[in-house]
């Protein structure tokens, strides 16, 4: 193995890392902002503020209230 295959195999495996911890390291926090009747966007439910006028940071749709009970 060269020393091309080797950095661009190493890149690979940290972007695959740093994938898996973007999209599946938050769960923890977004349940709690729920459990504490935050307000959510009903397309980007990371979104969320205890403000019932806010309006979502992406799409600017009105936050509604999170409902946990459902899961």
Same mark, same amino acid.
């Given at each position: %193995?060269?020393? @091309? ?5 190493? #890149? ?6 740093? +994938? ?9 926090? %977004?349940?709690? @902002? ?5 307000? #959510? ?6 979104? +969320? ?23």
């Amino acid at each position: %193995m060269d020393l @091309a295959q080797i950095i661009v195999t190493v #890149a690979g495996l940290a972007l695959i890392v740093l +994938t898996l911890w973007f999209f599946f390291g938050k769960k923890a926090n %977004m349940k709690g @902002a729920a459990a504490k009747g935050a307000y #959510a966007c009903p397309m980007h439910p990371w979104i +969320t503020s205890d403000d019932p006028a806010a309006e979502c940071s992406i799409c600017g749709m009105k936050l509604v209230k999170s409902d946990d009970s459902s899961s």
